[in-house]
C-alpha cells in the first residue's frame, strides 16, 4: 500500500508540474480543459483561453508552400484568384528524380543532363506557381505577384502587381476580356501543361508571331498569342473565361470528341 501511495503521489506532483502555482488544486478541471483544447487544436479552431495547459504546433516554416487555397489573400468584391496547382512542377520533378536515378537509356550521360534539366525546370516552374496568382477582375484577366517576403512561409498576405513587365512583349500582364479572340489549354484542360489565349490589346507593331524554324507559328493577323505554364487551376480558369464571355474558338481542348 505505501509503494501505490508514493507511485500515486509522484504521478500527482509530475501532473502539477505543467501548472501554473497558483492553479495546482484544480488538475482535474484543467485536465477537462486540456481535452478540449486538443480536440479544437484537431478541429482546426484556437484552444480556449481560460485553461492554462496549451498545445503549442510545431510547424514547417514550408506549411503553405503548397496549399493550393490562398483564402488570405484580401481582394475586392469583383476579384476571384484562382487557386494554385502544383500538378506540372511535381510532374518534371519526378520525371527529373527517374531520368538521373535509373537511367532508362544506354547513356548515363544523357539520362543525368536530362533528369538535372527536368528538376530544375521542375523547381522554376514551382516557384512561379508560389509567387503568380492568375487574377480576374471586373473587366480584366492578369497576372500579379505575392507580396509576401517569403514565399512559403505564410498563406498569402496580399498581392500586387507584377514587378517585371511581359518578358517577352514589355506589355503589362493584364489584358481586357473584350480584347479575346481565343482561349484554350494543351495538350488538353483535363491535362493541362500550357494556358493559351490571344488578345488584340497589344497594338500590332508590338505583336510577335514567333516561330518553330522556318515555319511562323501564328499566320493570321487577328491577335497576339500568349502561353504560361498550368500553374493555376485549369477548370476554375474555364469558368472564369467563360463567366466573363472571353471570345472562344471551337470546343475546349479534350472536349472535341465528347458528346453533348
Known amino acids: 500500500m505505501k509503494l501505490l501511495s508514493l507511485i500515486f503521489a509522484l504521478a500527482g506532483s509530475g501532473a502539477a508540474a505543467f501548472l501554473q502555482p497558483n492553479q495546482s488544486p484544480q488538475l482535474q478541471h484543467n485536465l477537462k480543459h486540456e481535452k478540449q483544447n486538443n480536440i479544437d487544436f484537431v478541429n482546426g479552431e484556437e484552444p480556449s483561453k481560460s485553461s492554462s495547459l496549451q498545445m503549442v504546433a510545431i510547424r ?21 484568384v484562382v487557386d494554385r496547382d502544383f500538378s506540372v512542377a511535381t510532374i518534371l520533378m519526378v520525371v527529373g528524380i527517374w ?5 532508362p537509356s544506354n547513356y548515363p550521360e544523357v539520362d543525368m543532363i536530362g533528369g538535372i534539366f527536368h528538376i530544375w525546370f521542375g523547381a522554376f516552374i514551382g516557384k512561379q506557381t508560389m509567387k503568380t496568382r492568375a487574377v480576374f477582375t471586373k473587366d480584366s484577366f492578369e497576372l500579379r505577384t505575392v507580396t509576401n517576403k517569403h514565399l512559403g512561409l505564410q498563406a498569402d498576405k496580399g498581392l500586387a502587381p507584377k514587378e517585371r513587365k511581359n518578358y517577352v512583349l514589355g506589355t ?4 481586357k476580356y473584350s480584347s479575346f479572340v481565343n482561349w484554350d489549354f494543351f495538350p488538353s484542360v483535363d491535362l493541362p501543361i500550357l494556358v493559351y489565349f490571344k ?6 507593331e508590338m505583336q510577335i508571331k514567333g516561330s518553330l524554324g522556318a515555319r511562323q507559328m501564328d499566320r493570321r493577323d487577328n491577335g497576339q498569342m500568349h502561353f504560361f505554364p498550368a500553374y493555376a487551376n485549369a477548370k476554375q480558369l474555364r469558368e472564369q473565361f467563360e463567366s466573363h464571355r472571353c471570345q472562344k474558338i471551337g470546343p475546349v481542348h479534350g472536349e472535341e470528341f465528347k458528346k453533348k
Open 172 to 175: 503589362d500582364n493584364k489584358w
Open 60 to 80: 514547417s516554416p514550408f506549411w503553405h508552400a503548397f496549399d493550393s487555397k490562398d483564402q488570405a489573400v484580401s481582394s475586392g468584391s469583383d476579384e476571384f
Open 99 to 103: 531520368l538521373t536515378c535509373f537511367g
Open 199 to 204: 488578345e488584340t490589346q497589344t497594338p500590332k
